[in-house]
T-cell receptor
Framework: KNEVEQSPQNLTAQEGEFITINCSYSVGISALHWLQQHPGGGIVSLFMLSSGKKKHGRLIATINIQEKHSSLHITASHPRDSAVYICAVRVTTSGSRLTFGEGTQLTVNP | NAGVTQTPKFRVLKTGQSMTLLCAQDMNHEYMYWYRQDPGMGLRLIHYSVGEGTTAKGEVPDGYNVSRLKKQNFLLGLESAAPSQTSVYFC???????????FGAGTRLSVL
C-alpha cells in the first residue's frame, strides 16, 4: 500500500463547481505539500502546511493531523484549473525526502 | 530570475549510450533534487544535494550518478542508458529542507 493515497484519480467538473481532492497518508509527517502539474508538464508548488488551513485565491488546503488526511478545495472552478494535482508528504523519518501521491487528474469543462 | 532551468528538454538515446542532464537555479538555494516521473507512479527521488559538494541517494539511485560542483548546478548522469530509464526527469530546488520546492520544466528522455 502506498504511503500517500489520493482520491479520486480522475475528476471531471463543470465550470463553476466546487471541487474537492483528497489525500490520505499512513505515516508520521512533518509537512504536507500540494502541487499542480500543468498539461504542458510544469510543476508548481501550491501549498505547504503542517496544521490547519491555508487559502490562496480560489484554492483552500486543509489538513487533519489526527486523521492523517488533507483536502484541496477549488471554489468557482474554471477550465484553466484543469491540471494534475499532487499531494506530497515529508515523512518524519525521511529527512529531506518528499513522498508523492500519484496525482489527481482534474478536467473542468466550460 | 529564471528559477530552475533544465537542459535538454527532450532527448532520445540508444541503449548503452551516456548523457548528462543539467539543472541550474539562480535562487541561491542550498537544496537540489532530481526526480523521475513515470505513468501510474508518483514522483520518485533519484538523488539530492544539501549543499555544494554534497550528494546523497534517494529512493531510486541505481543507474544514475550526480555531481554538485557549484551551488547553482546539479548534474544527473546516465553512464549506460537502459530502456527502464525512459522517463520524465524533474529537477527541483529549495532554500532549506522545510521549504517548498521549485521545479524545472522537465526533461523527457527516451531510451531505445
Amino acid at each position: 500500500k502506498n504511503e500517500v493515497e489520493q482520491s479520486p484519480q480522475n475528476l471531471t467538473a463543470q465550470e463553476g463547481e466546487f471541487i474537492t481532492i483528497n489525500c490520505s497518508y499512513s505515516v508520521g509527517i512533518s509537512a504536507l505539500h500540494w502541487l499542480q502539474q500543468h498539461p504542458g508538464g510544469g510543476i508548481v508548488s501550491l501549498f505547504m502546511l503542517s496544521s490547519g488551513k491555508k487559502k490562496h485565491g480560489r484554492l483552500i488546503a486543509t489538513i487533519n493531523i489526527q486523521e492523517k488526511h488533507s483536502s484541496l478545495h477549488i471554489t468557482a472552478s474554471h477550465p484553466r484549473d484543469s491540471a494534475v494535482y499532487i499531494c506530497a508528504v515529508r515523512v518524519t523519518t525521511s529527512g529531506s525526502r518528499l513522498t508523492f501521491g500519484e496525482g489527481t487528474q482534474l478536467t473542468v469543462n466550460p | 530570475n529564471a528559477g530552475v532551468t533544465q537542459t535538454p528538454k527532450f532527448r532520445v538515446l540508444k541503449t548503452g549510450q551516456s548523457m548528462t542532464l543539467l539543472c541550474a537555479q539562480d535562487m541561491n538555494h542550498e537544496y537540489m533534487y532530481w526526480y523521475r516521473q513515470d505513468p501510474g507512479m508518483g514522483l520518485r527521488l533519484i538523488h539530492y544535494s544539501v549543499g555544494e559538494g554534497t550528494t546523497a541517494k534517494g529512493e531510486v539511485p541505481d543507474g544514475y550518478n550526480v555531481s554538485r560542483l557549484k551551488k547553482q548546478n546539479f548534474l544527473l548522469g546516465l553512464e549506460s542508458a537502459a530502456p527502464s530509464q525512459t522517463s520524465v526527469y524533474f529537477c527541483a530546488s529549495s532554500i532549506g529542507v522545510l521549504n517548498i520546492q521549485y521545479f524545472g520544466a522537465g526533461t523527457r528522455l527516451s531510451v531505445l
